[in-house]
C-alpha cells in the first residue's frame, strides 16, 4: 500500500502563472487535508476535503486559490497568478474517515521567481 | 510518511492535572514542531523549537528538547477539557523533509 503521493516535489513558476499541485491520497482513503509551511514556520491548516465535497476551508486565502478532491484521481490545489509570498512547501495528508489519524505526504516546494 | 515515536499512545488525566508527552526521533533536525489535533479537523500547530534551543514557553504549553537523547517532551499545566485531543510532534530535519510521530491522544476528565 503506498503512502501519500504528492507530486511534483519541486515546482519553479514565475509571478503570475499558475500552480497546480496533485496529492493521491493511500488507497481506501477519501479524507483529504493540505497545509503550506513557510520557512522556519510551522505547517497551517489550509483546506480539508472529502471526496467532491469541500468540508472546511477555513485556511484558505479568499483569492487566487482554489482545492477539489474528484470523484476519481487526485486532489488538486491550484494557485492563480502566483506571487513571491506563495513560496513555500505544500503538504497534504490523508486519512480513511473523519477524526482518524492523518498519514502526510512528502510535500510540493513552490519556488516563485 | 509517519516517523518516530511518541509516548504514551494515550493519556487521560483529571481537569487541573498537568499532562505530559514524549516524542522521540531518529534523524539529526533543524527543528521539531508540536501540533494539536481535535477529531475531524485539521492540524493546528502549537510550537515550533529549533535545534539549538533546549526549552519554550507558550501560555500553558512548554516544550523541552534534548537533541543529545534525540527526544522532546510537551507539558500542558492545569489541563482543561477543552484540551482533549491528539497532539503530534513532527521534526523538520535538514533536508527540510517534515516527519511525524503517530501522536498521543490526551483526554481530560472534567
Known amino acids: 500500500n503506498a503512502g501519500v503521493m504528492q507530486n511534483p516535489r519541486h515546482l519553479v513558476r514565475r509571478r503570475g502563472q499558475e500552480a497546480r499541485l496533485r496529492c493521491s491520497p493511500m488507497?481506501?482513503?477519501?479524507?483529504v487535508y493540505w497545509y503550506r509551511q513557510l520557512p522556519e514556520e510551522g505547517l497551517k491548516f489550509m483546506v480539508y476535503?472529502?471526496?467532491?465535497?469541500?468540508?472546511?476551508e477555513s485556511g484558505m486565502p479568499k483569492e487566487r486559490f482554489s482545492a477539489e478532491f474528484p470523484k476519481e484521481g487526485p486532489s488538486i490545489l491550484r494557485i492563480q497568478q502566483v506571487v513571491r509570498g506563495d513560496s513555500a512547501a505544500y503538504f497534504c495528508?490523508?486519512?480513511?474517515?473523519?477524526?482518524?489519524?492523518?498519514?502526510f505526504g512528502p510535500g510540493t516546494r513552490l519556488t516563485v521567481t | 510518511s509517519q516517523q518516530g515515536e511518541e509516548d504514551p499512545q494515550a493519556l487521560s488525566i483529571q481537569e487541573g492535572e498537568n499532562a505530559t508527552m514524549n516524542c522521540s526521533y531518529k534523524?539529526?533536525?533543524?527543528?521539531l514542531q508540536w501540533y494539536r489535533q481535535n477529531s475531524g479537523r485539521g492540524l493546528v500547530h502549537l510550537i515550533l523549537?529549533?535545534?539549538?534551543?533546549r526549552e519554550k514557553h507558550s501560555g500553558r504549553l512548554r516544550v523541552t528538547l534534548d537533541t543529545s537523547k534525540k527526544s522532546s517532551s510537551l507539558l500542558i499545566t492545569a489541563s482543561r477539557a477543552a484540551d482533549t485531543a491528539s497532539y503530534f510532534c513532527?521534526?523538520?530535519?535538514?533536508?527540510?523533509?517534515?516527519?511525524f510521530g503517530a501522536g498521543t491522544r490526551l483526554t481530560v476528565k472534567p
Open positions: 488507497k481506501g482513503h477519501s479524507h
Open positions: 495528508a490523508s486519512s480513511p474517515r473523519s477524526g482518524h489519524e492523518q498519514y
Open positions: 476535503l472529502q471526496k467532491e465535497n469541500i468540508i472546511d
Open positions: 523549537i529549533r535545534s539549538n534551543e
Open positions: 513532527a521534526t523538520e530535519g535538514n533536508n527540510n523533509d517534515m516527519r
Open positions: 534523524t539529526s533536525i533543524n527543528n
